[in-house]
């Protein structure tokens, strides 16, 4: 399998409880190696440029409002098969449909209020790790 890079977002529900350690390590102990990490609190604007692809849905204000609501922990993580891994490490969008165990079942409140982003392809990933990281910020063979 191709080693991927995918790029999470520790959300602000996750800063406010105290969870960056608890999911960091999660994401550690599941084989992915941090190439890119820092801490940031998005605007209202930046948060509409990153979720731009969901414009125009109904839940689109909330979405932005949320994530500009507080710090958050943008990541570049890399591993074989990186993209999928991470999506069942993380569990389903929606906390309520997640498997036990996955991050999600076990932090977050609701659809909204998810704990973590996850990129869902690898060319949305890319996409996704330069408008948190210019290319120099990340890392390669970061082990
Ligand atoms: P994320 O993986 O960050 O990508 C888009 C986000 O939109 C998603 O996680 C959810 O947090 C959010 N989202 C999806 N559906 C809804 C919804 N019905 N109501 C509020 N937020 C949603």
């Known amino acids: 399998m191709a080693i991927e890079r995918t790029l999470t977002i520790l959300k602000p529900d996750c800063v406010r409880k105290n969870l960056i350690g608890e999911v960091t390590k999660r994401i550690q102990e599941a084989g992915?190696?941090?190439c890119a990490m820092k801490l940031v609190k998005l605007t209202k604007t930046e948060a509409e440029g990153f979720y731009a692809v969901h414009k125009g849905r109904p839940f689109f204000e909330e979405l932005t409002t949320f994530m500009s609501s507080g710090a958050c922990v943008p990541m570049v993580l890399e591993k074989e098969n990186a993209i999928a891994d991470f999506r069942t490490l993380i569990g389903a969008t929606?906390?309520?449909d997640a498997d036990e165990g996955t991050i999600r079942k076990d932090f977050a409140d609701s659809v909204g209020e998810n704990i973590v982003h996850g990129s869902d392809s690898v060319e949305n990933?890319?996409?996704e790790s330069?408008?948190?990281f210019p290319e120099h910020e990340i890392v390669?063979?970061?082990m």
């Open 140 to 142: 390669a063979n970061a």
């Open 130 to 132: 330069n408008y948190f």
């Open 125 to 127: 990933g890319k996409i």
């Open 32 to 34: 992915f190696n941090i």
């Open 94 to 96: 929606n906390p309520a």
